[in-house]
């Protein structure tokens, strides 16, 4: 009785997660009109200015506002979507490493490009899961548009490939496979005597 009485007064945990992100999706809107004036190639010189910054010293998260509001740019001008207010916070979800449950049709795919750009551009790779090889080469061929345009480079890692595609997918800087296709990769880089032979990033 007293946690549904306090739950009225102070919201649930999930209530103040996302009124702690308020600001920051306010943020990424009043950027939304400097961002739109850009050029495609200043929108797409952002990325190297990122990394430059993080090589600098930044963190990830100083560059999450300027950065999510290039993916929302550049979604609008690749893939003519325009991520919501909602979306926004459902990709400062992830990015946090927390669970972000949405119903079919709400735009996963689409949220997953957020966090995905901003923990690429530290250059040490950022896989995207999906359950089976449909939906991982459709989500890639399909989001691979917009992180081209910002400069990174995709992969896919689906059944049937060989040891230097799934090594050449692996070194991109997105990597779109399958929960079954990543674990079975890192058992077999770990039944391997050299490193060179193996095909995952950071053994």
Known sequence: MLGGLARKIFGSA??????????MVAA???????????????????TAEFRAQLAAG???DDLLVPAFATVREAAKRVLGLRP????LIGGMVLHNGDIAEM????GKT???TLPVYLNALAGKGVHVVT???????????WMAKVYNFLGLTTGIIVHGLDDDQRRAAYASDVTYATNNELGFDYLRDNMKYDRAHMVQRGH
């Open 58 to 60: 930044k963190k990830l």
């Open 131 to 141: 359950v089976n090889d449909y939906l991982a080469r459709r989500d890639a061929e």
């Open 110 to 112: 689409l949220v997953a």
């Open 103 to 106: 119903k079919t049709g709400e």
């Open 84 to 87: 919501f207010d909602v979306q």
């Open 14 to 23: 999930n209530d103040r997660m996302v009124r702690g992100f308020r600001p």
């Open 28 to 46: 990424i809107n009043a950027l939304e009109p400097e961002i739109s004036a850009l050029s495609d190639d200043q929108l797409r010189a952002r």
